[in-house]
Each structure stands twice: as structure tokens, then as C-alpha cells.
């Protein structure tokens, strides 16, 4: 679907040479918004074919594709309005204030058991969907959470939110929901570690997120002196 | 979503408390990131708008809405694609159910749903990874069909 993105796993000491990340040899404006077009352009095409689909039948009437399409593309764009921005601005401030050594002891390579009640608690309680779940799994990872606990939270973020089960007990049931939360638990527990066997040793999540400056720019003293 | 919004809200506040300069390094990364998904998040909404639009939620439930292994796959399948809100998937499952979906058709629509995402695919794999996003997807895949035949057990 996607061309590969190498400027996005470019791993830290080459300069990143992705969106939003001046280069040194500073390029044109044009050429800038070439690069953009050439990386990012194949996005737009749906973009583009579904604001044609809406105009059609806002213009011409009677094409119910394009009214739905417009209707649940507004749905859609209200949600992520609203909720990314948030989302991200959280992730944010939660890389800048939380320190590396608070992650680590609790959630990081060497904790205990009781980090997957953490990442339960972390992924049950908030809201939305998945692809909000992503950036929170990378600032986690980066502050040294582990892989294997990273999967569980995005397997409780995906399979248990609270608001959401709310919201499957009252169409579904709450024996549906009771048993299907009960029995998910375990399931994306062991897949979070089956996941971490599988995957080979020493494998990292791509770091190049902008600002990733990971151990440098942003770190406070307090957390220089544990590392 | 209001949760959210307070919870922002409330760390936003106490972080300008403290440092206005550290709040605006956060602010800065926080929307840096989402702006370099922003391209790829709008084309994968706008590409699922089309695609919901095209499937209407009553042709989808005459070919889930029953029991045996056929539709037990479709909705593997179809869960699996789909990037449905829990807003819109509860009530659709609430439907299928009506139409004579079977406990495991359910779990596995709506297990595959959250846990697999085919269309944010590319999304995954610009934060995690190919190999790992590749791989939780598989994987989630198969638990899904673990969870859906389980509940089959349990809720007979």
C-alpha cells in the first residue's frame, strides 16, 4: 500500500532527514514541497476521491454513496479533531516531565510481574481508537518500558477500554462482555510474550519520532545521574 | 472522550505550573508527531469513510448474520479490515445478533476488530516497525480465533 518510509527508521546517529527535520543543506521551498508531494501525495488520493464522492452528491443529488461517504468521513474527522491533538499533546508533556528511571523500575526489561497490571490499568482506562494507542506505545518504549509490555498495553488499550465496555454491556450484554474481557486478558498476555520471543533479540521500535533527541536534549539531571 | 480532554486539560495546566519552557518542548513534540502522520491518517480515514459508505451495515449483516464456519471466517476477515469505531461496532454487532450471528460470528467480529487493523497497517508500521507490526497483527489474528472459539465454549 504504502512505499517504505526509510526516513522513518532511520536509526539516531544519522541525521533524520524526514518531514518537520531541516536538513543541514537547508533545501528550496520547491523542492521541500516536492519531497512532500513524492512522499506523502499517495494519502491524498483517497482524500481526493472521497471529497469528489460528497461534492457529486451534494451538487447533483440523489447518489446516496457520496452523502454517506461525506457523513461518515465528518464523523470521523470530528472524532480525530478533537481527540488527536489531545492525545498527542499528552504523549508530549509525558515525554518531557516523565523520568526515564520511573518507566524503567516499573514497567522496563527488569520488572516484575506486576508490570502487566500497570499496562492493563494504563490501557483500560483511556479512550479511542487504536492508531491513538501507536504514539503512547512508542513514548512508553522510548522512556524504556519493554517490548513485551508495550504489546500488552496495546492489547489492552485495543481489547479493554472502559468506556467502551460500558458501551458493549448495554448492546451486548454483560454476559457477552464479562466473558469476552475475561477470556481476551489472558489471550493478549501470553501473545505479548509469545510476540517478544518471536521477535528477534534486539529489536527496536523505529526512534525516528520527531524530537526523539532520546538521551540528550531533553533528558533532566536527576536522570543523567541514573543512567 | 471528555476523559481525555480533562486529562489533557489538567496536565497541560500543572505543566505550565511548573516550566512554560518544558510545556512548550511537549506541546511541540506531541503535534510535530502527529503532523507526520497526519497525510496517512487522513487518507486512511477517508479511504474507510468510502469503503463504509459502499458496504451498508444491512448487506454486511446478511452475509455474517448466521451460523457454521462461513460466516464464522467472513467475520474474521471483515473484522480484521475494518478501522470501525466502538460507537458505530457495538450497535452493528447488536444487529448481527438479531440476524442470528452466533456467539463465536460475534467474538470474532468484534475481536478481529479491535485488535487487527489491516487499513491503519501503515500507520502501525511507521511507529512500530514492519516486522513488528507485521507480527502483532498475526498474531492478534490468531487470538482473535482463540477468543471467538473459547466464548463459543464458554457461552453455549
Known sequence: ??????????????????????TASSPSARTRILRFVRRQGIWFVPVVAALALWVWSAAFGGFDLGARTGSTLYGFLK???????????LVGLFDVWVPRRIVERHVGTAAGPLAIVWMLLLGTLQAGP???AFPVAVALYRKGASLRNVFIYLGAFSALKLPMLTFEVGFLGWRFSLARTLVTVPVFVLLAYALERLLPPGTRLPEAIPGKGLEKSTVDPAEVSHE | MEILL??????????LIASRRKTLTGIIRGLKMLWMIFPMLLGIIAGVSILLAAVPPASLARVIGGNGPLPFVIALFVGSLALIPGVVA?????????QGASTAVLAAFITTLMMVGIFTLPLEIRFLGRRVALLRNGLAFVGSVVVAVAMAVILR
Open chain 2, 90 to 98: 457495538f450497535p452493528l454487532a447488536a444487529l448481527l445478533r438479531d
Open chain 1, 1 to 22: 500500500m504504502s512505499e517504505p518510509t526509510p526516513e522513518i527508521t532511520v536509526v539516531m546517529p544519522v541525521p533524520p532527514q524526514g518531514l518537520g527535520t531541516p
Open chain 1, 130 to 132: 487504536l492508531y491513538a
Open chain 1, 79 to 89: 472524532e480525530v479533531a478533537i481527540f488527536l491533538p489531545a492525545m498527542f499533546i
Open chain 2, 6 to 15: 480533562s486529562i489533557t486539560g489538567v496536565a497541560l495546566l500543572a505543566s
